[in-house]
Structure formats: C-alpha cells, structure tokens
C-alpha cells in the first residue's frame, strides 16, 4: 500500500473526524471531494450512476471512513481508515466494479500503523486477497466484510460538503 497516500488519508480522517482543527479535505493540494480529479483517477459527479463514489463516515463511529474513487473506466478504489486512538490507525484498501446498488471485491487488503511524532513507527500487513462488498440501500452503504467480519454492523453515512 502506498505510505504517502495513507498518510495523506489519515490527515483526511482526522480532519472528518475533527480531531485536526482549521483543515479541509484535501491531501497534497488535490481536492478529494465528489468531481476532482486525483492524479488518474476521476471521483465521478452526484449525476452519474455510480453511487459508491464520495466520502463516507460511520453512522455510529465518527473514526471510521470511507474514501471511493471512481476511473473513467468504472473500477471503483476505495480505502476504509478506522482511527482505533491517537498512535493506532488500521487501513483496509480495495478495488472493484459496482453492479447496480452492489460493489464487490477480492482484492483487499488491511494493514495496522502504529504512528509516532515522526510519522509511521510500525506498520503490519494483516492480509491481502481479502474479499468482501458494500451495498447501497436508501442512501446509505453497509459493508459485508467476508474475510473478517470487520464490517459487522457498520453503516457508512455519505459526508455532507456543505
């Protein structure tokens, strides 16, 4: 997994989460909200028909994201950051098409950081090849995590960018 753009997510979820005061969402001077553009790959408009693109948070875990991105060839990225304290951030990473209201994948992976004052201090790759799928259902997405029932009960709301 790219340490840059982990890094530069995390500040993200901080940000989401307010843990970070006077910042927006953005990483390295790129715009990650619905409609920018980072680097090759496009988020898509409130228009289009793909329905997982946009930032996500935990209806009951404000420490818990979810960033989609969408290509112009329709495959969907995401990362889901939890911010489990202040030093322990866990990172599952994805890619996948959505079919309808359902975007599956097998490609995942999760990686624990353990962060000091001077950036990433331990970092542990938990698995790769994990699978598993989130379904759009009246706006909101569930995550049925088939390799360790991570996402159990866990409903992502979509961030308001007002």
């Known amino acids: 997994m790219r340490k840059c753009r982990r ?4 500040v993200t979820v901080l940000c989401t989460a ?3 005061s006077g910042c927006s969402h953005s990483f390295m001077g790129k715009d990650f909200s619905v409609g920018s553009k980072d680097g090759d790959a496009e988020t898509v408009s409130e228009e289009t028909e793909n329905v997982f693109a946009g930032q996500w948070v935990g209806s009951e875990n404000d420490k818990l994201t979810l960033d989609v991105y969408v290509d112009d060839a329709g495959t969907c ?3 889901i950051t939890l ?3 202040e030093v322990h951030v866990v990172f599952w990473e994805f890619s996948g098409k959505a079919d309808g209201h359902e975007l599956g994948y097998t490609d995942g992976t999760r990686v ?3 962060y000091s004052a001077e950036g ?3 970092e542990t790759e938990v698995y790769t090849q994990g699978s598993g799928r989130f ?3 009246d706006g909101n997405l569930t995550w ?11 409903l992502f709301i979509p961030v308001s960018n007002d």
């Open 18 to 20: 307010g843990l970070l």
């Open 120 to 122: 990433p201090e331990e």
């Open 112 to 114: 624990d950081v353990v």
């Open 77 to 79: 990225s995401g990362m």
């Open 144 to 154: 049925k995590d088939e390799t360790e029932d991570a996402g159990a009960g866990v």
């Open 7 to 10: 890094a530069g997510l995390l």
């Open 135 to 137: 379904v759009y259902d």
């Open 83 to 85: 911010v489990k304290d």
